[in-house]
């Protein structure tokens, strides 16, 4: 949802540099000699410099007169002073950038950064000057129909006199950075292509009036003087088309994650303007299966960082903790000892978890899906099979509306992404690597063409209806609907002795189990530790869901199933459910189960060699298995039917790679503990409330594989 580094933070971020927002560079305060570059100087240094890593991004260095400039796809052109004849800093940023030069004095390669955070650069030609176009800005103040203002930025080509139409991004993160730049570097395919922007702090944010409410529930729009976002996105249209002059009477609205939300809501009872949006990763239900609870376990490390982050005060204010997340929670105790452990008071949303615990009409009421019952605005809904904050919004938004779809106009990607990814440029998703810069791929032809046709009428945009990249085979993919047809339903069983396979199992699901004891004490931990606060600098939170798995490998309480190595690919492509048949000693427990593609010993890429990559993985509290509403015990030692989705996906097994499925009942602290008795709210239980107990997996459970091709007839 609320990843900041998706709006503004991020967007500052990607105009510092071309390529890894999050890397910082190399910078001093010291004074240095006074140098005088000579224009033989700065032409020995001038080329483009592409990135050694991500080869898809590069920057241009020249002499305009007599200064050193550079440039970049998403940077505008900037000045930058020779500190020697090796040494270049950017005036305005202060980043420092070193070259290398050749025995000839003409610079071979450039370098930002130190340590892990370095970014190298290869000498590969002449410099490329981009087109960048000029811009106007404007702040203004949209008043709504209650009386409370809403600040935006608006910013338009002034290069043309064509009437051009609205993209609004409506965000609680802050826009008071938002100018050319920042457009360019977040969306350069659609600030080329000339629309007016409009970047609008929701109300109660920054500098709009009103006050801010976590998730707003909508309201019932009969009653003219109620507002939620979508009535706010209503008035803000309405005003712009009056106010702002020389626009074509269109507008679209787009945004990732908190501006995913406000991009679906402005698209409910949409003012007629409205011809499309693009929610992308949008939180649909906080509850269900995005940031705050999944299936009803709570995402406490999650919940508490955010929480403290967007309400503490009315801008951003995103702290980190001074040691390992891990430990911090496991010594606070309960989520309620973690709030009054933190000193910041009762916080809206951290009470609201305290009073709302179950999916009461509290969370109901903030539940998207349930409000979409039409489908009046042709829909672009993005997503990543590795978002750590909002996979379930996006797949879920898509499914809800796509019955309703008439016309043609209801659209998904999903592609090999964390949380807003698709906005950066990059190959890479931590170690894996997908050989060519996908998030370009999906910009430059489905988004850019998307806005084109339905807010200019411009052809170009053929997408029928889903757009998945395919990992393992890592080639895009187009189908008819998602899931696709072709895909058919295969049982994948978790045998005894830690087998995996497509084969029912002979023995009797009470005769044979798979047993280990989870221990709330000694909770497994969600990755790699030291665990960084959320958005702390250097945090590994983006990328944890593609992390390698065998940091668990000595785990005694994470139960693994493994195929014998594949003798042709399998194709798994669609919706993935998990029908668990298990039993515990206590009277609640917390069941994860993760899909895991364990890559050979000898695989191409030796960094890869024995990787475990989780493919898909969720996590159910069992207290709901008979429904989310009504929390119940559970009876010890019975074996009990837990059937729950993993979601989608799109990836190939390759041949001689291993399946694995791994269940685990804690996931900490990306969830909080299960205390494994049953309490009636586990936010406030008591330390001698939390027990280890005995669980077993029997072996009539089974994933349900959606697979393609051979692999679907055997």
């Known amino acids: ?25 190399r910078s001093t305060d010291a004074p240095k000699p006074l140098f005088l570059a000579t224009d033989a100087q700065m032409d020995a240094v001038s080329g483009r410099y592409q990135n050694t890593v991500e080869p898809d991004n590069s920057v241009s260095v020249y002499r305009d007169g007599g200064k050193l400039v550079a440039e970049a796809e998403r940077m505008f052109p900037r000045e930058w002073t020779l500190r020697s004849a090796t040494l270049a800093q950017d005036i305005n940023s202060k980043t420092q950038w070193t070259f290398a030069l050749s025995p000839d004095g003409k610079a071979t390669s450039l370098s930002v950064g130190e340590g892990d955070a370095k970014q ?68 350069p395919e659609l600030a080329r292509s000339g629309y007016i922007f409009v970047e609008e702090d929701i109300r109660g944010r920054y500098k709009s009036e009103g006050k801010f409410v976590m998730s707003r529930p909508l309201v019932a729009h009969g009653d003219k003087s109620a507002v939620d976002e979508s009535t706010d996105a209503y008035d803000t249209v309405a005003w712009l088309l009056k106010n702002i002059p020389n626009n074509n009477g269109r507008a679209g609205a787009l945004g990732t994650s908190y501006d995913g939300f406000t991009a679906t809501e402005t698209g409910i009872q949409a003012h007629p303007a409205v011809k499309a949006i693009s929610p992308q990763a949008p939180m649909i239900d906080v509850w269900m299966g995005d940031d705050f609870f999944h299936n009803g376990a709570f995402r406490q490390s999650y919940g508490y960082d955010y929480a403290l982050g967007m309400e503490s005060s009315k801008e951003n204010t995103f702290g980190k903790l001074d040691k390992d997340a891990y430990d911090y929670f496991l010594s606070a105790g309960s989520f309620a000892d973690a709030m009054h452990k933190s000193g910041a008071g009762d916080l809206p949303t951290w009470h609201a978890f305290l009073e709302h615990p179950a999916y009461d009409e509290f969370w109901r009421a903030r539940g998207v899906e349930h409000h979409l019952t039409q489908l009046t605005v042709p829909t672009l809904t993005v997503g990543g099979w590795w978002d750590q904050e909002d996979m379930w919004g996006p797949q879920e938004e898509y499914a809800k509306l796509e019955p309703l779809d008439k016309a043609g106009d209801n659209f998904i990607v999903l592609g090999p992404w964390k949380h807003g990814q698709w906005g950066q440029t990059t190959r890479h998703l931590g170690a894996l690597d997908f050989g060519a810069a996908t998030t370009d791929q999906y910009r430059s032809q489905i988004e850019a063409p998307f806005f084109a046709h339905y807010l200019k009428d411009a052809p170009g945009f053929d997408l029928k209806n889903a757009a998945t990249f395919q990992t393992g085979s890592n080639t895009w993919h187009h189908y008819a609907q998602w899931p696709p047809a072709q895909s058919h339903t295969r049982n994948l069983y978790l045998g005894a002795n830690g087998s995996l396979s497509f084969t029912a199992p002979a023995s009797s699901a009470t005769t044979s189990a798979t047993t280990y004891v989870s221990d709330p004490k000694n909770p497994v931990p969600y990755r790699k530790r030291p665990i960084e606060a959320t958005y702390a600098p250097g945090s590994h939170w983006g990328t944890w869901m593609a992390e390698d798995q065998r940091f668990l490998k000595d785990r005694s309480d994470v139960a693994s199933w493994t195929t014998k190595p594949l003798t042709k690919d399998v194709t798994v492509t669609g919706n993935v459910i998990a029908d668990l048949f298990a039993a515990t000693s206590g009277t609640d427990s917390d069941w994860v189960v993760k899909l895991i593609d364990v890559y050979p010993d000898n695989a191409s890429d030796k960094s890869m060699d024995g990787y475990q990559l989780i493919i898909n993985a969720e996590i159910f509290r069992g207290r709901y298995v008979r429904g989310f509403t009504a929390p119940t015990a559970l009876v010890a030692n019975a074996p009990t039917e837990y059937q729950f989705s993993l979601h989608g996906a799109d990836h190939v097994f390759l041949k001689g ?48 594989l959606p697979v393609v091709g051979e692999a679907a007839q055997q």
């Not at 009437?163 to 826009?175: I, K, N």
């Not at 685990?664 to 009636?680: A, C, I, K, M």
């Not at 005995?694 to 349900?704: D, E, G, P, R, V």
């Open 1 to 25: 949802m609320k990843n900041p580094f998706c709006a503004s933070v991020l967007l500052a971020f990607a105009v510092v540099l071309p390529l890894q927002a999050e890397s910082p560079a």
């Open 120 to 187: 190298s650069f290869t000498r590969v030609g002449e410099p490329v000057h981009h087109h960048f176009r000029p811009y106007s800005r404007q702040e203004v103040m949209i008043p709504m129909r209650d009386g409370v203002r809403l600040h935006a930025v608006i910013l338009r080509p002034t290069d043309t006199k064509e009437a051009l139409p609205f993209l609004v991004d409506r965000t609680p993160y802050g826009v008071d950075g938002y100018d050319p730049e920042t457009i360019v570097g977040a969306r």
């Open 657 to 704: 790679h291993r399946i694995m499925v791994q269940v685990q009942s804690s996931w900490f602290p990306l969830y909080d503990r299960n205390p494994q008795t049953y309490v009636e709210n586990i936010m406030t239980a008591k330390p001698d409330a939390y027990k280890p107990a005995t669980q077993k997996i029997f072996a009539n459970s089974h994933i349900l």
